[in-house]
T-cell receptor, first 115, second 113 residues
Framework: GAGVSQSPSNKVTEKGKDVELRCDPI?????LYWYRQSLGQGLEFLIYFQGNSAPDKSGLPSDRFSAERTGGSVSTLTIQRTQQEDSAVYLC?????????????FGPGTRLTVL | AQSVSQHNHHVILSEAASLELGCNYS??????LFWYVQYPGQHLQLLLK??????LVKGIKGFEAEFIKSKFSFNLRKPSVQWSDTAEYFCASFANGYNKLIFGAGTRLAVHP
């Protein structure tokens, strides 16, 4: 079956511009996660959606970062007024959302470069 | 704060050598431990996971890991590596009470033919 897909695969933007990154989770997965992979910080959790519950935004690094999940499926991560330190690979993962034994499956990521 | 530590950042081996990558976690409650692998140019893939039961966990591609509660460790092993095992390996754990993953810094493994 299809895995987690993300678009675009690469995004180059200028400092100060806004960007939107998209994630399509595996069909039937109720939980969706965003992570960031950067040279300096490794893999970091950003935000977590579970069904219709309020998202866990505890990993978002600043108020320039936001995410939404429409219809319990597709998610968009938005970064406003991008900065050079936002350059990273943004990873999306999804899971069945069945609790403590859940397994997350990752997408290929979006490589964001802020010039 | 909860953390996951990987002590080996770069490992270089010859084919057929044995592999052991160290991982230590800080949380002492319910453990949910994972090893993920990222091959060059590919996305993160799950190698194996431990939630409960037999502390020796078998994963894909001949990998295994042993959960040792007294040492807070979950080391990854493979008896004989291949060139195709060249990749970056990440140990991870669920954060306390949440399903968000906390990752170690990763270990880059290079296997020479």
């Amino acid at each position: 079956g299809a895995g987690v897909s993300q678009s675009p695969s690469n995004k180059v933007t200028e400092k100060g511009k806004d960007v939107e990154l998209r994630c399509d989770p595996i069909s039937g997965h109720t939980a969706l996660y965003w992570y960031r992979q950067s040279l300096g910080q490794g893999l970091e959790f950003l935000i977590y959606f579970q069904g219709n519950s309020a998202p866990d935004k505890s990993g978002l690094p600043s108020d320039r970062f936001s995410a939404e999940r429409t219809g319990g499926s597709v998610s968009t991560l938005t970064i406003q007024r991008t900065q050079q330190e936002d350059s990273a690979v943004y990873l999306c993962a999804s899971s069945l959302g069945v609790g403590d034994t859940d397994t997350q499956y990752f997408g290929p990521g979006t490589r964001l470069t802020v010039l | 704060a909860q953390s996951v530590s990987q002590h080996n950042h770069h490992v270089i081996l010859s084919e057929a050598a044995s592999l052991e990558l160290g991982c230590n976690y800080s949380y002492g409650g319910t453990v949910n431990l994972f090893w993920y692998v990222q091959y060059p140019g590919q996305h993160l893939q799950l190698l194996l996971k431990y939630f409960s039961g037999d502390p020796l966990v078998k994963g894909i591609k001949g990998f295994e890991a042993e959960f040792i509660k007294s040492k807070f460790s979950f080391n990854l092993r493979k008896p004989s590596v291949q060139w195709s095992d060249t990749a970056e390996y990440f140990c991870a754990s669920f954060a306390n009470g949440y399903n968000k993953l906390i990752f170690g810094a990763g270990t880059r493994l290079a296997v020479h033919p």
